[in-house]
């Protein structure tokens, strides 16, 4: 039985492209990104796909590309105005990723997409698989392709037993991604076909191995390893935190907001100000912590209330209980406003249309549909 990439002969090759064009006529989705040769249209749809399901992220690419019909449109748009657009599609550093790419393009490829490898690598938030896919779909170059469909696929198809995310199974995965690729034209079709067999046949759990067109060239399939190819990864591990957020009224009932800062969670987006309070051990004590940090960071005292709501959300590694507080300005203490601290004081409808953090905007969703129990 073949077990590496080695095992895999010009003719099984041959056979696989032959299997999963066919396939891939008669079966892949009419996906709007797929009807077009648009480099800049396809990195967008690549980079609002990356841990976005395809249903979430149709409507939003027909949005982004009204908004934004072009690179030169992306790249002179307000940062604010891409959050808006992203809002909902999480993982803000892509929109903002994206917004940086586009001035690259205009001031250095005179806002003509790139199309070579190296270029198009270069620019920020564009890994070793996503320029090979924009240049694979949009001008048919041969670039291997590896990403999540493609590596279980490829995996099973190697019987790879290495852990998929090893400095070796990457190797073979990426290896085996380009022998797959014709010498010729056609690239882009067998690399849109095997992800879409990927995705739609060689499912996580239960793949659906009795339909897939390549169950005939998988060593896994025949030694019935679908449950255990690929390597299950390692458990991830969290680390737990309590944040809280302070929900600060004015007299003319606005909101206090703060913009993100570059090195922090969401950087560009708004948020209520938030504070670490992991350390502390009593809601006294993580009261009292909050608005220490708030003056040190805003140069205001505050009086802060009672807790009107909690939340629990996920970060990279981390899993956070955010508390929500009521807080007012201390109007007794004369201060400052730290003028390095982007703040802005806003209305419902202002802040209903802010970019915020996504947990920022759960807390918000909460607050506005119980104000007149709480702030």
């Not at 309590?242 to 909101?255: H, M, N, S, W």
């Not at 993580?286 to 708030?294: L, R």
Request: aromatic letters at 10%.
């Amino acid at each position: 039985m073949r077990d590496e990439i080695e095992f895999w002969s010009t003719g099984d090759l041959t056979r696989l492209r032959k299997l999963a064009t066919k396939w891939f006529s008669e079966n892949g989705r009419n996906l709007p990104w797929r009807l077009t040769s648009d480099p800049y249209a396809i990195w967008v749809s690549e980079i609002m796909l990356q841990q976005t399901q395809v249903a979430t992220v149709i409507p939003y690419f027909h949005r982004f590309l009204e908004s934004f019909p072009n690179v030169v449109t992306l790249a002179t748009a307000a940062l604010d105005d891409v959050y808006r657009l992203w809002a909902g599609l999480g993982y803000y550093r892509r929109a903002r990723q994206m917004h940086e790419a586009a001035k690259v393009v205009k001031e250095e490829h005179a806002g003509v997409f790139p199309t070579d490898f190296q270029n198009v690598h270069g620019l920020p938030g564009i890994g070793r698989y996503t320029a090979g896919a924009i240049l694979s779909f949009s001008v048919d170059q041969r670039q291997p392709i590896v990403e999540a469909n493609t590596q279980r696929l490829y995996a099973r198809l190697l019987h790879l037993k290495q852990e998929t995310s090893s400095k070796a199974g990457q190797a073979h995965l990426w290896s085996f991604a380009e022998q797959v690729l014709p010498k010729r034209k056609g690239s882009g079709s067998i690399n849109q076909a095997l992800m879409e067999i990927g995705s739609q046949v060689c499912l996580p759990k239960n793949p659906l191995c009795l339909i897939c067109p390549l169950s005939d060239l998988c060593p896994t399939f025949k030694s019935g390893s679908q449950a255990t190819i690929p390597v299950p990864k390692r458990p991830k591990e969290f680390t737990d935190l309590r944040e809280v957020a302070l929900v600060i009224q004015d007299k003319k009932g606005r909101i206090l907001m703060r913009r993100c800062a570059a090195e922090e969670r969401w950087a560009g987006l708004w948020d209520f100000p938030r504070f670490d309070v992991t350390p502390c051990r009593t809601a006294a004590s993580e009261a009292a912590h909050a608005a220490t940090q708030f003056r040190a960071r805003f140069g205001q005292s505050i009086l802060i209330g009672r807790k009107i709501h909690e939340l629990k959300h996920s970060v990279t590694r981390y899993r956070i209980l955010l508390q929500g507080y009521e807080a007012e300005i201390d109007s007794s203490a004369r201060a400052r406003w730290n003028v390095d601290v982007e703040t802005v004081w806003s209305d419902a409808e202002e802040l209903s249309s802010l970019a915020l953090s996504s947990s920022g905007k759960r807390l918000w969703n909460w607050v506005s549909r119980n104000r007149g129990d709480s702030v």
